[in-house]
């Protein structure tokens, strides 16, 4: 399947941007990465493993285009749908704010218009690769937590009584059990 390698999906979107949307595209973007109002809303959504927007005055070869555009790419763990339906339900204002710049944006609810807009703007990928392809942002970050805990034990235990060191090796299970 395209776009797929294991439990990651890619995406990739390109609209042409209104002429008002080069100067309210700067704001929007510098208040999505300094206003932590709006970041709490995005980092519940944890099966994101990267997203980027950004606008594309020009493309190479010294054709001028007639719009500018909106470039949007993103990896996520699971089902495309869920993952609009994610971004209409748990972030519409930013939808609105971003893809509210570009040509035919029908607003991010009802969300199958924001679907079918999505779809007929989307690009597939010629190639896709993901480190961990078997697993979600969730479990990696669950085993870098894991991987810590062992290493600070380690670290610790030279010189504990097998006692002590059982005691200790028991609180870093209880520490790490949910990320287990």
Do not use: C
Request: hydrophobic residues 40%.
């Amino acid at each position: 399947m395209a776009n797929v390698e294991g439990r990651a999906t890619a995406i990739t979107v390109l609209t042409p941007v209104k002429p008002l949307g080069r100067f309210v595209l700067p704001i929007v973007f510098w208040i999505g990465r300094h206003v932590s109002a709006t970041l709490k809303k995005l980092q519940m959504l944890s099966f994101i493993h990267f997203a980027r927007w950004i606008v594309i005055p020009s493309f190479p070869g010294g054709e001028k285009p007639r719009y500018r555009y909106l470039f949007f790419e993103s990896n996520f763990n699971g089902l495309w749908d869920q993952y609009i339906d994610a971004f209409s339900e748990v972030v519409p204002e930013r939808m609105r704010g971003i893809w509210g710049t570009s040509y035919g944006f029908p607003g991010p609810i009802p969300v199958e218009p924001f679907k079918r807009y999505i779809r007929a703007n989307e690009y597939v990928a010629n190639h896709y690769w993901s480190a961990y392809p078997g697993a979600t942002t969730t479990e990696i970050i669950a085993s870098q937590r894991v991987v810590a805990a062992l290493e600070d034990l380690r670290n610790r235990a030279d010189g504990m009584s097998p006692e002590e060191f059982h005691r200790e090796y028991q609180r870093m299970l209880w520490s790490v059990q949910g990320d287990l």
